[in-house]
């Protein structure tokens, strides 16, 4: 029966109609070849569906039984043919095509047509009662004409039809000559297919009118038979409906047979094969659920018959074939297009036929073990021959052609079902199904997002290799599915992994997995009983010593296992390590965790590291030694326990080491880390557990450390995996004396003093100064440049003492300026015993406040200190610097400098008035520079710029330096000049007494180069009488001077206003004249002119005298 | 016939499980674990679904030829599996939601329960005298 588990080839391919052509000698005929190969060349994706075969022309056919007349007394021996469905597809065409070289004016044409005619009748004798369709195809060589006009060809194919008794529709003139072959074929073909379709058409209507003549009683098996071949016509005719539709109800017969243990197989084997074509026209018709539903029902049916209890194997390997044929078929249909969903997919029937694989290799393990051995012997397998030569599918080969309802021989039946059983045994490697099966699910179950199924299915894979001796694959299997389970405290599926693992590793020779299985077992997170895990926990303890772990109870051979043992063991020479476990990935009976006490230490500081260790094992343990591995080895001497004494646990003990170390040099400022906590045990053979901790998570109480945190032991136990070396903390003191604020521009100095608070001398003092203003400067000499920072030495300094340093800092920009101090010098230490020189750092940051110390304001001003606005050209003026002391200290001044534009001519004054001038806080002092301005019209000039050279006139405190004056510089305002169009000099006496005349002289030049006129009134006033031009015109030359003479009398005294003067541009003035604005002209007026003088009054006495002198 | 009740905690670890046939508890918790893929998933779709208010019950998991598979997940990500037999049909949707029902209350009060921390496997013995006694009615 296995045989016909497997879906026969012609069940499983697409059924295409068969198309028979005969008469083409493609051997000798080159037309022939060519017209052969176009029929069956590429493309046949987008012709019609056809199969084309080709005959000879002398090619027998199978015979076609002939119909019998009545069905009443025929009982079928079997349900499906063997040969038929290859029959149809391969053998018996639906249309047989006869090429035949004939022309229309063929010479011979009697004769010719003749021969044709014979041909088509033997054909037609040959394929008596088939429902094959014949053509006949003329190959002419003439182009073809339209049939209308072809009196000739009509003629003679009418004549050519009625001879050969062909309907007209079944003759076709092909022109091989054509170029366009390609195209008549692809009509041809077309026309093949419908005469194939109406064939096929014919061939199922036959079939369907037996009907009538069958009754229930005897003829089930013919109903499930002519449906499925009216099915498989319609398949044929490519009518994917009528063909599910006719494939279902030959199921549905299937189902209403009677069922015994005799037909039992038959109907499985069968029921299979019409329901996988019902399943994939299903999927065709995309009706999924209608598949997965009729599947189902399918399953539900015959899940149950088993039939002989003795071929119970059987019966699972027909359930996981069903499976495993459905799955495929969904898959395919998946592959398609169909969309899958988690809950169902290809996967779950994979599955379930990996399951009834496994049940398969169960029962035929079981009942081969039950069978005596001396009917094994006396069973030649296959003694009955093989079922694929029988006639009907799912038959048994030593019962062929029996009627399923006689009563069967017992004991044949039961010896054939034991060679089955014995072949299955012996040569069917049931483990490569099984694990084929399982490895499409877990395909699948990858594909639709169930990793946790997949590990489940992977477990089983594993167990199955495991029980078919193959303990490499199942333990590689096996390594990545405890993590899985691990992860998530899954310790029930763990410990039996665990256990399988174990098993394998025993059974396969491997102290090494064996140990690490054996360590995790002995856990406190496996479901085990203390009893066994003590069990273990010997055997583990018993490798270490050489010793071979005793068989588990079930295996059967241990010999050879015990041999490779024995192997490995000699292999191993005493006190080699067997293995080296990580016990962080896994959860073993030691937990550890490892911690620095500090987050930081110094330098000079001891470091301190402290390891706790749990033991969760059944037995009291005694480790050889302990490490603790940083990443510097240099301290390993320092963190190892040797003593066997302290390394002894009982159950559930915790004990804790302390370790102490001084950092080295080299790892100051750096970070120390805990790699891994080494155990070591055993001493025949060595193995090692170790804790690692890469990175600070892994130590830290997460879920990441194993077993549960959360449980009693180490849990409030604080991991700092890391701890950081800091330098030495640096033992001096800095003091910087210094007069604040600083003043801007200065050359300000720092008094620097270090002192030394080590007990121990230093050397290599270096005290670097950095401003961190980018305009400031820092310099060891008084001296107004720098850099932003400076370095001063010291070679040693010994203890308790110190020493003394001047900078000088300059800040360029007002405001508060950083400047860091930072100390480096080295130290020889004792520490441990061992001297050791350290480095250490001081850093003293100053936050220095800078101000302004002067501002001066520069004004122009006339000879007699009036402001100007505009600097007269060729009239003296002066320039007035106020200076004014803006800082809080005195301020010495060395001297100011003028400097002034080349235009402008300065009258030396000697020294600066301000030199060596002391200012106070907030007192302010002129300086003052005489100047003219020879010649030049109206603009803009940049009049220069004025230095100040100033310092602190307190500065006495810094010994052996010369502070150099600092000096400010500021310009001077931009001012415009002014060509002066007239010149007025009035001359009057200093003052005046009432009633005393006095003279007034007014002299009006004209420095221009042109002629001007002027109409120049004198008003009176009250204050004053006056004698004098009251109103007149003048004219005045270029270069050339007026003078006009007043005699003034004043009238009141005090400070009285004078009578004013006034000048006008005559209203009629000749062309040539200047015109001058009046507004210039009363600027002019109110320049030069004084509008006041001091009047006196007449003392009385002095009247008298005056009065008489005047007299 | 309800044949295995399970509560996983909610980073997926075994909290519970009692079956009624003790020889074969190992294959349930391999079961029990292959649901979390099938409940993980349903919580992923109904949070696509972006209703505020999650419906606790979550139905069938799955089905396979011998079981099939119920799920309900508690508000704090506790998931709480109901495995049946494939050949049972007597069970209805509303019994099996009465029956989560209950195993909910049961949960709430056991974590009300101060001497237990949530997270750690149920060790409760009157927790575990319900779901002995709802596995029996259920059966």
């Known amino acids: 029966m296995s045989s016909d588990l497997e879906l026969p080839a012609e069940l499983m391919s697409r059924p295409l109609a068969l198309v028979g052509l005969t008469g083409l000698h493609v051997e000798t005929n080159q037309t022939h070849l060519l017209i052969w190969n176009s029929f069956t060349s590429s493309n046949r994706n987008e012709r019609p569906p056809l199969n084309f075969i080709l005959f000879g022309v002398n090619h027998t056919f199978p015979v076609a039984k002939p119909d019998r007349a009545s069905y009443e007394w025929y009982i079928p021996k079997g349900i499906l043919k063997r040969k038929w469905m290859s029959k149809h597809l391969n053998q018996i065409p639906g249309v047989l095509v006869l090429f035949y070289d004939l022309e229309w004016e063929d010479p011979s044409w009697k004769a010719k047509h003749a021969e044709c005619a014979h041909l088509i009748q033997t054909i037609r004798m040959k394929l008596m009662g088939r429902g094959t369709k014949l053509c006949l195809v003329l190959l002419q060589n003439s182009a073809p004409l339209p049939s209308s006009e072809d009196i000739l060809a009509a003629d003679r194919a009418a004549a050519l039809c009625q001879v050969c008794e062909l309907p007209p529709k079944s003759l076709f003139v092909l022109p091989c000559r054509s170029d366009h072959l390609q195209g008549y074929t692809l009509r041809l073909e077309s026309a093949f297919y419908e005469l194939c379709q109406s064939s096929y058409h014919l061939s199922s209507r036959a079939i369907r009118s037996h ?40 199921y549905a017969h299937l189902l209403e047979l009677r069922i015994t243990d005799a037909n039992v197989t038959e109907v499985k084997i069968v029921s299979g094969y019409i329901g996988y074509k019902v399943w994939r026209l299903s999927f065709l018709l995309n009706l999924p659920r209608e598949a997965i ?114 009563p069967s021989d017992m004991k044949t039946e039961n010896d054939g079902i034991t060679a089955l059983l014995v072949r299955e045994r012996l040569q069917v490697d049931l483990t490569a199904m099984i694990v084929g099966a399982l490895t499409n699910a877990v395909n699948q179950f990858k594909n639709h997002r169930s990793p946790r199924m997949k590990q489940y299915l992977l477990v089983q894979m594993a167990e199955e290799y495991c029980r078919s001796e193959n303990y490499m694959e199942a333990l590689t299997l096996l390594e990545p599915l405890l993590w899985d389970y691990r992860k998530d405290f899954w310790w029930m599926p763990l410990t039996s992994l665990l256990q399988l693992g174990l098993r394998c ?23 085990k009983s203390l009893e066994e895990k003590t069990h273990v926990f010997d055997n583990l303890v018993g490798i270490l010593q050489k010793r071979m772990p005793p068989s588990p109870p079930d295996s059967c051979d241990y010999s050879s296992a015990t041999q490779l043992w024995a192997d490995q063991f000699a292999s191993l020479a005493k006190g080699a390590c067997i293995t080296t476990i990580v016990t962080n990935t896994i959860s073993s009976f030691v937990e550890v965790k490892a911690t620095f006490t500090q987050k930081q230490f110094a330098a000079e500081d001891v470091v301190e590291l402290e390891v706790h260790v749990i033991y969760t094992g059944p037995k009291p343990i005694r480790f050889t030694s302990l490490h603790v591995a940083l990443n510097n080895s240099a301290y390993l001497p320092f963190c190892q326990v040797k003593n066997s004494d302290e390394l002894e646990f009982e159950p559930n003990q915790i004990r804790h080491y302390e370790f102490e170390f001084v950092a080295q040099a080299q790892d100051i400022g750096t970070e120390l880390q805990i790699v891994s906590v080494t155990f070591e045990m055993g001493d025949e053979l060595t193995a090692y557990l170790r804790c690692e901790g890469s990175s600070s998570e892994e130590f830290s109480p997460l879920r990441s450390e194993f077993p549960s945190a959360t449980e009693k032991g180490l849990a409030g136990i604080f991991v700092l995996n890391t701890t950081e070396i800091l330098p030495r903390t640096a033992n001096v003191e800095l003091v910087v004396h210094h007069e604040a604020p600083a003043l801007r521009g200065e050359c300000y100095p720092l008094h620097l003093e270090l002192f030394n608070r080590e007990n121990e001398d230093i050397i290599n003092v270096t005290l670097t100064v950095t401003t961190s203003s980018s305009n400031g400067r820092v310099h060891d000499q008084p001296k107004i440049d720098g850099n932003v920072s400076a370095q001063l030495k010291n070679e040693k300094l010994t203890a308790g003492q110190t020493c003394q340093w001047n900078v000088f800092a300059q800040m360029e920009q007002p405001g508060n300026h950083c400047i860091t101090f930072q100390v480096n010098y080295e130290i020889n230490s004792e520490m441990r015993k061992n001297s050791c020189t350290y480095k250490s750092q001081y850093v003293k940051t100053l936050e220095l406040e800078t101000v302004q110390p002067v501002e001066c304001e520069a004004q122009f001003q006339t000879i007699q200190f009036q402001p100007l606005r505009q600097i007269p050209v060729g009239e003296e003026c002066v320039a007035v610097m106020t200076v004014t002391n803006l800082s809080p200290f005195p301020l010495q001044f060395e001297q100011g400098v003028w400097k002034f534009d080349t235009l402008l001519t300065n009258h030396p004054m000697g020294n600066s008035q301000l030199a060596g001038l002391i200012l106070q806080k907030g007192e302010k002092a002129n300086d003052v520079a005489v100047l003219s301005l020879d010649n030049g019209d109206n603009r803009q000039i940049r009049t220069g710029s004025y230095t100040l050279k100033w310092k602190r006139s307190n500065q006495s405190k810094v010994e052996g330096y010369k502070i150099p004056y600092s000096a400010s510089s500021f310009d001077l305002p931009e001012m415009e000049t002014w060509s002066v169009p007239l010149r007025i000099h009035v001359t009057l006496p200093a003052h005046g007494y009432v009633r005393e005349s006095m003279n007034m002289t007014i002299v009006i030049h004209n420095p221009g180069p042109s002629y001007i006129e002027l109409d120049v009134y004198m008003s009176s006033n009250d204050a004053f009488m006056f004698a004098g031009n009251k109103q007149i015109k003048i004219q005045i030359y270029p270069e050339d001077d007026y003078v006009l003479k007043y ?53 009385k006495e002095k009247g008298k005298t005056n009065l008489l002198r005047s007299e | 016939m309800a044949v295995c009740i399970g509560f996983i905690g909610k980073e997926n670890s075994p909290l519970f499980l009692r079956c009624i046939n003790q020889s074969q508890e190992l294959q349930f918790h391999y079961i029990m674990h292959t649901c979390i893929d099938f409940v993980e998933e349903k919580i992923i779709q109904s949070n696509k679904s972006g209703s505020d208010v999650r419906e606790l019950y979550l139905g069938l998991l799955y089905s396979s030829e011998e079981v099939k598979a119920y799920g309900f997940v508690t508000n704090t990500k506790v998931k709480i599996v109901i495995i049946i037999d494939s050949t049972n049909s007597l069970l209805r949707d509303n019994e099996i939601r009465a029956i989560f029902r209950k195993l909910h209350n049961a949960y709430t009060e056991l974590v009300c329960n101060p001497f237990y921390t949530p997270g750690d496997p149920i060790t409760s013995k009157s927790f575990g005298a319900l779901v002995d006694e709802l596995l029996a009615s259920s059966s």
Not at chain 1, 1076 to 1091: A, F, G, H, K, W
């Open chain 1, 505 to 527: 590793a025993y059974l396969s020779g491997r102290p090494a997995e064996y140990f690490t299985y054996a360590v995790e077992l002995c856990s406190r997170v496996t479901i």
């Open chain 1, 293 to 406: 539903a009729h599947f189902r029902s399918h399953m539900d049916f015959f899940r149950l018959r088993v039939g002989n209890p003795l071929s119970k194997f059987e019966h699972h390997a027909w359930l996981a074939a069903q499976f495993s044929t459905f799955g495929r078929l969904f898959e395919d249909a998946i592959e398609l297009g169909l969309p899958a969903i988690q809950t169902q997919h290809p996967g779950f029937f994979y599955q379930q036929a990996a399951q009834q694989a496994i049940q398969r290799k169960k029962a035929c393990y079981q009942d081969y073990a039950a069978l005596e051995q001396t009917a094994i012997n006396n069973l030649t397998p296959l003694f009955f021959g093989e079922s694929s030569q029988l006639e009907f599918y799912g038959q048994r080969p030593w019962r062929p052609n029996r009627l399923s309802l006689e």
């Open chain 1, 1047 to 1099: 005699n003034l009398y004043p009238l009141l005294s005090g400070f009285v206003a004078l009578p004013p003067l006034q000048l006008k541009t005559p209203t009629s003035t000749m062309d040539q004249v200047v015109a001058m604005d009046q507004s210039v002209l009363d600027e002019l007026v109110s320049r030069y002119v004084p509008t006041h003088i001091y009047v006196l009054p007449q003392a």
């Open chain 1, 211 to 250: 009907r009538d003549q069958l009754n229930r009683t005897n003829h089930g098996y013919l109903f499930v038979r002519h449906q499925f071949k009216i099915g498989f016509y319609h398949e044929l005719k490519q009518d994917v409906a009528m063909a599910h539709k006719h494939y279902s109800q030959s």
